[in-house]
């Protein structure tokens, strides 16, 4: 099967990660030896880049081609004249946003919101819909809504940002196997038996855990028609529930009713005493630079592919690690400015804390992305009142009716797991830039 160019360009990110690996553990090989086996590694990787940079250019200059000799199609009876000015694509999630601001104003009620819809003028926003109520009196988001809001979310997650495999969970349950143990050989002499391994099968289960969001509107603002107005309705939704995917995935403690965050996957496991380490004290520059190879070498020596890797961290650490300066006085770390943290891309969150342990420390996670599963049922539902009662962010009651505001609820159900948890490492006690 002929490649397509984007999977050319994932395979030459790798090999160029791959050089970057090797370009360190030369510049640390201990003795001639481990010097020779980097520099191997580092040819072969090479070598593999060259090659896929050419195939990638080539299909490019190809696709360049192919654009500049384009000719125009035969015109169509219907077709706008020449100078028409034509139609632009929608902006993801506008239609999900004022098919929200149409129920609300319909106080829930599909068949009201489609009328009000025409007269916002959004004609047809409603049609071939399911009108189905969801569970409680919500209303489930149509799925092609519904996929745009979702692909939009996921760059609002800082976790779903960084590319884990998403699977569906039509039942709201998934069993995935995954190897725990491998087979292993062994060298025997003459009528010696051969030991017999096994291979060892865990599994990964995951079921839909209920994530919901208020979120309070001015009835002022639905009143109102505009783009604009949508765009803010989109973005306060994808804001709040993307803050709070970030909050399960990468630190809850897990329970009946919430994910078990990256943080707690490990443990209770063997992997818990090489996979979660702790920051070297007096931290500078070597020892972070070391602290941060200890996180990569825990993945490396579980052959975890590093198909995907991914740091994430507090804006703090990343800050200081951005400003880090050597003796004479250069970035430690330029590449940060182009979002990669030794050839790796790095995510920010304020849902990482950095007042742990004595009240200063973080934490900085390492994790090849392509081993997280992400299960995701159903898609988004959504509910309305303009008389519920909810808690703001300073915890004080407040009455929706009285404020002249619509509180929306959005519910999305997912969860997260480790297809091989070799493929997650932990810096606790992390008090770079306290």
Do not use: C
Request: charged residues 20%; proline residues 5%; without cysteine.
């Amino acid at each position: 099967m002929q490649k397509s160019a984007d999977d050319l360009r994932r395979e030459r990110k790798a090999a160029a990660d791959a050089m970057n690996v090797a370009a360190t553990a030369l510049a640390d090989a201990a003795d001639d030896e481990a010097g020779a086996k980097a520099q191997a590694a580092f040819d072969k990787a090479k070598a593999d880049f060259d090659k896929l940079d050419a195939q990638v250019k080539a299909l490019e200059a190809a696709e360049a081609a192919q654009a500049a000799a384009a000719v125009p199609a035969a015109t169509l009876p219907g077709t706008p004249a020449a100078g028409a000015v034509p139609a632009q694509v929608a902006e993801k999630g506008l239609r999900f946003a004022a098919m929200t601001r149409a129920l609300a104003a319909a106080g829930g009620i599909p068949y009201v919101a489609a009328q009000i819809a025409e007269g916002m003028g959004h004609s047809g926003l409603f049609a071939n819909q399911n009108m189905g109520s969801g569970a409680a009196g919500g209303f489930l988001v149509p799925e092609d809504v519904s996929a745009e809001i979702i692909e939009l979310l996921r760059p609002a997650s800082v976790v779903m940002s960084l590319n884990p495999v998403t699977v569906p969970m039509p039942n709201a349950n998934l069993t995935m196997n995954r190897q725990a143990t491998g087979a292993a050989a062994s060298y025997i002499g003459e009528q010696q038996d051969v030991p017999a391994t096994a291979i060892g099968f865990g599994q990964v289960k995951l079921s839909a855990k209920k994530l919901a969001a208020l979120i309070p509107i001015s009835n002022d603002l639905l009143r109102a028609a505009g783009v604009a107005v949508d765009r803010l309705v989109r973005d306060d939704i994808l804001a709040s529930v993307g803050q709070k995917t970030d909050a399960a995935f990468i630190r809850a403690a897990g329970s009946d009713y919430a994910p078990r965050g990256l943080r707690y996957q490990l443990i209770g496991t063997a992997l818990a005493a090489t996979n979660i380490l702790t920051m070297t004290a007096t931290p500078d520059l070597v020892k972070i630079t070391t602290d941060l190879a200890r996180l990569e070498l825990a993945l490396l020596n579980a052959d975890v592919p590093m198909l995907r890797p991914g740091w994430m961290m507090a804006p703090r650490v990343a800050v200081y690690l951005s400003n880090l300066r050597d003796g004479n006085g250069n970035i430690a770390f330029p590449e940060m400015a182009g979002g990669t943290l030794r050839g790796k891309p790095y995510r920010t969150t304020t849902q990482i804390p950095t007042n742990l342990g004595g009240g200063t420390e973080s934490e900085v996670y390492l994790a090849d992305f392509a081993q997280v599963v992400v299960g995701e049922h159903m898609g988004m539902e959504i509910a309305m009142s303009t008389d519920a009662a909810y808690k703001d962010a300073a915890g004080n009651l407040q009455a929706s009716f009285s404020r002249d505001e619509t509180v929306m609820r959005a519910i999305v159900q997912h969860d997260i797991g480790m297809r091989h948890l070799a493929a997650l490492a932990v810096l606790t006690g992390v008090t770079w830039g306290a």
